[in-house]
């Protein structure tokens, strides 16, 4: 799993700050000058065949996405928070999980294609961040310790009530 693009710290208006009574915080911003590049990049990933699985970082965060990408493949997931590519260094958990910075994606790469896919997205930010598992959980880290670890189970019961 590899994330694309810069997290911030940009929480303002988010769905995390509505559901915990936050007002005020940064706001998303569009970086005019990289937003193009990681799209470009992300589409020749894409076309050529390296990107098994793809979702954006918008409403939720990366928290979100993981999980609905959990969801529908039927697969669990590991992901290291301590190898979120930051724009502003160091993030709390809770900020890297919950931001809803723009142009950001998370990317279900084969192992095996990871060399390719790296290399179209050279000069840009993208790390990889975890991977998929064949376990029925999703297991979150942070600096060598699981803050999370939840059954898909009760996960998606949890986004079903919130959904529906």
């Not at 911003?29 to 990049?41: C, S, T």
Request: glycine fraction near 12%; charge should be positive; include cysteine.
């Amino acid at each position: 799993l590899y994330l694309v693009g810069w997290t911030s710290a940009e929480l303002g208006g988010s769905e995390y700050s509505r559901m915990l009574g936050i007002r005020g915080g940064a706001v998303p911003n569009v970086d005019l000058r990289l937003a193009p590049r990681i799209m470009k990049a992300m589409t020749r990933a894409i076309k050529r065949g390296l990107v098994c699985a793809c979702h954006d970082l918008s409403e939720a965060g990366l928290g979100l996405a993981v999980a609905e990408m959990a969801f529908s493949g039927g697969i669990g997931a590991e992901i290291k928070l301590d190898l979120v590519p930051g724009r502003n260094g160091r993030l709390r958990p809770d900020i890297i999980l919950f931001s809803e910075s723009n142009t950001r994606f998370l990317a279900e790469v084969d192992p095996r294609k990871g060399a390719a896919f790296k290399k179209i997205l050279a000069g840009l930010p993208c790390a990889r961040i975890g991977r998929t598992t064949t376990s029925s959980d999703l297991v979150v880290n942070d600096r060598g310790k699981n803050i999370i670890g939840l059954s898909l189970r009760r996960l998606r019961r949890a986004w079903l009530r919130k959904v529906i």
